[in-house]
């Protein structure tokens, strides 16, 4: 099985603060990576698939790079509505997918 | 707007049978060239797939759940459903359900709907 861990657990930031969250995968993955935001009692929203390619919709803001095993998120410039959590998620062993254990992210 | 609604049971007693549907709107099961996934959430713990449905009936499941869950899909209805047997406590979780577009991620998803296994 492919396990993705992910770094920090949690962060807290200002608006305005560029953030970045790691993903790690235990095997090669390819770009086959993706990341999600989940907000409190709401659907969780992709951002990022193919490790960066920006789903529709999604501000400019979110970009992701990496392949192999290491990957990144990076919100340019963190907005009030960007606190939540974000989370990777592999596609490479489809059908079988895994996620991230998740990264929080809090105002400061 | 593709949106996708789970319903079910809230609550389910252990060894029984937990059964939710997903209701989808905006798309179509039966035209399209997607899966269709379900995703649980234990409180405090990560995201795990279940498992994912074609519209031919096709399925694939989490090896770790595959002895104990089936999901089906009913393209007259435009729902996918899922079955969960012998539950326990560690079974309680928000579940999700999702339009999978395989490698490209899951895109939208369901709100979410708790259900809790308790006597």
């Known amino acids: 099985d492919i396990q993705m861990t992910q770094s920090p657990s949690s962060l807290s930031a200002s608006v305005g603060d560029r953030v970045t969250i790691t993903c790690r995968a235990s095997q090669s993955i390819s770009s086959y990576l993706n990341w999600y935001q989940r907000k409190p009692g709401k659907a969780p929203k992709l951002l990022i698939y193919?490790?960066?390619s920006l789903q529709s919709g999604v501000p400019s803001r979110f970009s992701g790079s990496g392949s192999g095993t290491d990957f990144t998120l990076t919100i340019s410039s963190l907005q009030p509505e960007d606190f939540a959590t974000y989370y990777c998620?592999?596609?490479?062993?489809?059908?079988?997918?895994?996620f991230g254990p998740g990264t929080k992210v809090d105002i400061k | 707007q593709v949106q996708l609604q789970e319903s079910g049971p809230g609550l389910v007693k252990p060894s029984q049978t937990l059964s939710l549907t997903c209701t989808v709107s905006?798309?179509?099961?039966?035209?399209?060239?997607?899966?269709w996934s379900w995703i649980r959430q234990p409180a405090g713990k990560g995201l795990e797939w279940i498992g994912r449905i074609y519209k031919s009936g096709s399925t694939n499941y989490n090896p770790s759940l595959k002895s104990r869950v089936t999901i089906s899909v009913d393209t007259s209805k435009n729902q996918f459903s899922l079955r969960l047997s012998s539950v326990t406590a560690a079974d309680t979780a928000v579940y999700y359900c999702a339009r999978d577009k395989d490698w490209r991620g899951f895109d939208p998803w369901g709100q979410g709907t708790q259900v809790t296994v308790s006597s």
């Open positions: 193919a490790a960066s």
């Open positions: 905006g798309d179509s099961i039966s035209s399209g060239y997607y899966y």
């Open positions: 998620q592999q596609t490479y062993s489809t059908p079988i997918f895994t």
